[in-house]
């Protein structure tokens, strides 16, 4: 008995394409959750979610950044004293930032993720 399949580099064509098509949908999904998430840590310091206001001078929301690539997405704090408003520091209370946002739309990012990912396929 002999058997022959048809059509592998077909599918190998289809899989590596397919591959490709999955990076880049991802590095796109990628930059819009980071950007998201940018606006959402921002939105908690100035008050706008459930978290106690970080908003004086305005330095500290104005100078966060976001970036990403395929595999990660991070918000950064320019302002250097970020870190001292999110933990506790001094008998002071922690605000919370970016944890409380990232929990509030862990779920979000999730789905919207396996969205685009599922798209790219």
């Known amino acids: 008995m002999s058997f022959k399949i048809l059509g592998l580099q077909k599918a190998n064509l289809y899989l590596k394409n397919s591959k490709a ?3 880049r949908g991802t590095s796109k999904a990628m930059n819009k959750i980071a950007l998201f998430m940018e606006d959402e840590v921002r939105q908690s310091i100035t008050g706008h979610r459930n978290e106690l206001k970080s908003f004086d001078t305005g330095n500290f929301s104005a ?3 976001s970036s990403s ?3 990660s997405a991070m918000i950064k704090d320019g ?3 970020g870190v001292h408003l999110e933990y506790e520091t001094r ?3 922690g605000r919370r930032h970016f944890r409380n946002s990232l929990a ?3 779920n979000k990012i999730k789905d919207y993720l396996n969205s685009q990912i599922k798209k790219s396929v």
């Open 21 to 23: 098509g999955v990076k």
């Open 63 to 65: 100078r966060l950044s």
């Open 69 to 71: 690539n395929s595999n």
């Open 79 to 81: 302002s250097g004293y």
């Open 91 to 93: 008998g002071r209370p």
């Open 104 to 106: 509030r739309n862990k």
